[in-house]
T-cell receptor, first 113, second 112 residues
Framework: DTGVSQDPRHKITKRGQNVTFRCDPI?????LYWYRQTLGQGPEFLTY????????KSRLLSDRFSAERPKGSFSTLEIQRTEQGDSAMYLC???????????FGEGSRLTVL | AQSVSQHNHHVILSEAASLELGCNYS??????LFWYVQYPGQHLQLLLK??????LVKGIKGFEAEFIKSKFSFNLRKPSVQWSDTAEYFC??????????FGGGTRVLVKP
C-alpha cells in the first residue's frame, strides 16, 4: 500500500457525461501529479500541483479537463463532456520536497461508451 | 521535445537468463533518471534512480542501471531473472522542472 488513494477505481460513463476522480495523497507529500496511461503506453503527464498551486499543465490537455487541489491535500480531476478517446487509466502520484520519487496510486480506470 | 525511448516493447526469457532493457532520452542538460516497475495487478513503484555520482546505480531485487551520458542512455540490467520479475518496466527522466517524462514501457515475461 503506497498510501496514495484514488477513487473510484473504475468508472464507466456515456459519451458527453462529466466525470470526476479524487486523489488522496500521502499526508506529508506536498507535490501531486496527475498522469494518464493508455494500453501499451507509458504514463503521460497531465498536470502538477505544489501544495494548492497548479504549477504546470500539459499543453496537450484539452480544456475539458480541470484539476483542483483546494487545500493542498486531496485533489480532483474533472473531465467534462467525455469522449471515447478519454478512455484510459488516470494515475495520481505524489512526491515530497525534491526527492524525485513518485508514489503512485492504483489508478482510476475510465471507460467512455 | 523531451522524450524517452525504450527499444523493446516485449521481452520473453527464461528464468536465470540475463536481462538488459534499453532506455535513451532526449535532453541536452542535466537529468535525473528513473526506472519504475509495474507488477501484474499492482501500482507503479520505483526500482532505482540516478541523480548524480557513480553512474552505476543499484536498486531493489538485484536490478542495476548504468548512466552513460555520452549516449544519453540509462539501461537496466539484471544478471539472472526470476519468474517474479515478470512485469512492465518504465524508464523515466526529470529535467528542468518537476515532471517526470516516461517511456512507453517494456513488458517482460519470464518463463519458469
Amino acid at each position: 500500500d503506497t498510501g496514495v488513494s484514488q477513487d473510484p477505481r473504475h468508472k464507466i460513463t456515456k459519451r458527453g457525461q462529466n466525470v470526476t476522480f479524487r486523489c488522496d495523497p500521502i499526508s506529508e507529500h506536498n507535490r501531486l501529479y496527475w498522469y494518464r496511461q493508455t494500453l501499451g503506453q507509458g504514463p503521460e503527464f497531465l498536470t502538477y500541483f505544489q501544495n494548492e498551486a497548479q504549477l504546470e499543465k500539459s499543453r496537450l490537455l484539452s480544456d475539458r479537463f480541470s484539476a483542483e487541489r483546494p487545500k493542498g491535500s486531496f485533489s480532483t480531476l474533472e473531465i467534462q463532456r467525455t469522449e471515447q478517446g478519454d478512455s484510459a487509466m488516470y494515475l495520481c502520484a505524489t512526491m515530497t520536497a525534491n526527492t524525485g520519487e513518485l508514489f503512485f496510486g492504483e489508478g482510476s480506470r475510465l471507460t467512455v461508451l | 521535445a523531451q522524450s524517452v525511448s525504450q527499444h523493446n516493447h516485449h521481452v520473453i526469457l527464461s528464468e536465470a537468463a540475463s536481462l538488459e532493457l534499453g532506455c535513451n532520452y532526449s535532453y541536452g542538460g542535466t537529468v535525473n533518471l528513473f526506472w519504475y516497475v509495474q507488477y501484474p495487478g499492482q501500482h507503479l513503484q520505483l526500482l532505482l534512480k540516478y541523480f548524480s555520482g557513480d553512474p552505476l546505480v543499484k536498486g531493489i531485487k538485484g536490478f542495476e542501471a548504468e548512466f552513460i551520458k555520452s549516449k544519453f542512455s540509462f539501461n537496466l540490467r539484471k544478471p539472472s531473472v526470476q519468474w517474479s520479475d515478470t512485469a512492465e518496466y518504465f524508464c523515466a527522466f526529470k529535467a528542468a522542472g518537476n515532471k517526470l517524462t516516461f517511456g512507453g514501457g517494456t513488458r517482460v515475461l519470464v518463463k519458469p
